[in-house]
T-cell receptor, first 106, second 112 residues
Framework: KNEVEQSPQNLTAQEGEFITINCSYSVGISALHWLQQHPGGGIVSLFMLSSGKKKHGRLIATINIQEKHSSLHITASHPRDSAVYIC?????????FGAGTRLTVK | DVKVTQSSRYLVKRTGEKVFLECVQDMDHENMFWYRQDPGLGLRLIYFSYDVKMKEKGDIPEGYSVSREKKERFSLILESASTNQTSMYLCASWQGWENTIYFGEGSWLTVV
């Protein structure tokens, strides 16, 4: 079983919709990262969380350490948000990645 | 503002060839990583290095080796390329411990 599980695997939304992507992990971590990968390959870091909630523009990330769960929310989604969103967790100065959620906004 | 640079974006190599993928970071990070990414499998760690001349195997090191002679440069080597090594390879650089991780643009390798 993967240490990091994301859901859903694929998500299609209409422009303007509120989107939630979930990440669950099974190990103790020091921090969790949300990453975005656009077609073409490059990955950029969106958030790094060790507790609570962070907001950047239309993106909100939350983490519940006790429940080992994090969510990434996108408000007022736009076609340019179409990408693969990857959850990654830090453990022992190493990183473990989820398989990613492919989001398509039409 | 480029932070992690991968030398080759697209490569086509023949089976049995030796392949070098170079990665350079300009942030003085200790930790550097090589991942491969395949559809449905996400990012899988091949090797990582936490210091010059230090290397650690990741989850899928078979068929690969690495070199880190200088802090800023981490090279991935395919000693004898095989078709199952056709993939997208990503290099990452990270200071560790609750800091942002930075990725290169990726190298698409096709082995024919």
């Amino acid at each position: 079983k993967n240490e990091v599980e994301q859901s859903p695997q694929n998500l299609t939304a209409q422009e303007g919709e509120f989107i939630t992507i979930n990440c669950s992990y099974s190990v103790g971590i020091s921090a969790l990262h949300w990453l975005q990968q656009h077609p073409g390959g490059g990955i950029v870091s969106l958030f790094m969380l060790s507790s609570g909630k962070k907001k950047h523009g239309r993106l909100i990330a939350t983490i519940n350490i006790q429940e080992k769960h994090s969510s990434l929310h996108i408000t007022a989604s736009h076609p340019r948000d179409s990408a693969v969103y990857i959850c990654a967790v830090e453990l022992n100065n190493d990183m473990r990645f989820g398989a990613g959620t492919r989001l398509t906004v039409k | 503002d480029v932070k992690v640079t991968q030398s080759s974006r697209y490569l086509v190599k023949r089976t049995g060839e030796k392949v070098f993928l170079e990665c350079v970071q300009d942030m003085d990070h200790e930790n550097m990583f090589w991942y491969r990414q395949d559809p449905g499998l996400g990012l899988r760690l091949i090797y990582f290095s936490y210091d010059v001349k230090m290397k650690e195997k990741g989850d899928i090191p078979e068929g690969y080796s690495v070199s880190r002679e200088k802090k800023e440069r981490f090279s991935l080597i395919l000693e004898s390329a095989s078709t199952n090594q056709t993939s997208m390879y990503l290099c990452a650089s990270w200071q560790g411990w609750e800091n942002t991780i930075y990725f290169g643009e990726g190298s698409w390798l096709t082995v024919v």
